[in-house]
């Protein structure tokens, strides 16, 4: 409940430019996060994809690694938006956050996602609609 009330507070009493852009934020990360459970498939597979490619271009055999890093990336970049906007949302008043917490904490929870997805799709429990990873 005091979440809630927090939450009430900042829209209430916030700079609507600031709402707007936490906001924002907070849409950004949910979509490239792993809380999204459709963003895989429409948004973070393409961005790897495409990030594999580029690492492509640079070496063949890049691929891969590129495709990983790309959707590791995607998805430490949402989770870190995520926790910046609701850092500046539900933080005590006149608590300032530690963002250095705040970044490794989203960099081994996105990692960690990253790694257990990649090991389902390497021992074939998901399939997914990248072509071959060789």
Known sequence: MRLLGR???FIKAGDPWVQL???????I?????????WNDLVINLPLAYGVGLLAKQLRPEWF????????????????VLMQTSALEVFQEPGETPS???????GLATSSLYTVVVFGL??????????PELT
């Open 99 to 105: 963002l250095k917490r705040e970044l490794l904490w």
């Open 64 to 79: 891969t690694a590129g495709l990983i890093s790309g959707y590791w990336l995607s998805n430490v970049v949402g989770i």
């Open 21 to 27: 852009r936490v906001l924002l934020l907070l849409a």
């Open 121 to 130: 799709v390497h021992f074939g429990v998901i399939h997914t609609p990248v």
């Open 29 to 37: 990360g949910w979509l490239l996060s792993p809380l999204c459970w």
């Open 7 to 9: 939450l009430q507070a």
